[in-house]
Structures are given as C-alpha cells and as structure tokens.
C-alpha cells in the first residue's frame, strides 16, 4: 500500500513562493503518474498539474501556467511543486494523486493528505 505525504504548505505573501514536496513510502512512484490537485474552500478539486513516470511529460492548468513547476526524483521517491507569483487566488488544500496504470481497464490512485496554502496579506 503506497501512501504519500506532502509537505511544505504555509502561508505566504502575494507574490511570493513556495515547494511541495510528496514523499511516497511502501512502495516506489517509478511507474506512476503523479498529479498536484486543490480544493478551495466552497469550491470542488481540480487539477493543477501532472507528470508522466519518466518525467517526460508535463501539464498544468492554465491559472498556473508560467508560474508553477512540477519535477520529480524517482531515485528520492518523490515529486515537487515549485509555486511563485502565488496569487490569493491559490489558496486551497493541495494534494498529491498517484495513478498506477494496472491496465487500459484499471488503475490504482493513491492520494496524499493534503497541505493548506494560504495566500493573504
């Protein structure tokens, strides 16, 4: 059982930035995809970013682009999300997702527990 926790949410100024990190323990993210998502409060979860397996493939959605950057270290067993030019905007509970693709048919997810961002002034 895989079990993700990220880390390095807080509260920050416009502007400024931050890095999550999702550390997996109890098994490797090696073939996994990864995906960052938020819920704001009142509103549903969405998606922010993604990384293929081999890191070779990025996406990010459009209010974060050219301002949030996802990597990831298989040989740390991790993945990051750097933020900048954080805007209040950003606020939400981020969360970790790992999609293991079992099949065309299946796949396991795992989610972290989330870490709270709050942009304010």
């Known amino acids: 059982q895989v079990q993700l926790v990220e880390s390095g949410g807080g509260l920050v100024q416009p502007g400024g930035s931050l890095r999550f990190s999702c550390v997996a323990s109890g098994g490797t993210l090696r073939w996994a995809s990864i995906g960052w998502f938020r819920q704001a409060p009142g509103k549903e979860r969405e998606g922010v970013s993604c990384?293929?397996?081999?890191?070779?493939?990025?996406n990010y959605a459009d209010s974060v682009k050219g301002r949030f950057t996802i990597s990831r270290d298989n040989s740390k067993n991790a993945v990051y999300l750097q933020m900048t030019g954080l805007k209040p905007g950003d606020t939400a509970v981020y969360y970790c997702?790992?999609?293991?693709?079992?099949?065309?048919?299946?796949?396991?997810?795992?989610w972290g527990q989330g870490t709270q961002v709050t942009v304010s002034s």
């Open positions: 990384i293929t397996s081999t890191g070779g493939s990025t």
């Open positions: 997702n790992a999609r293991f693709d079992l099949s065309i048919w299946t796949s396991d997810i795992y």
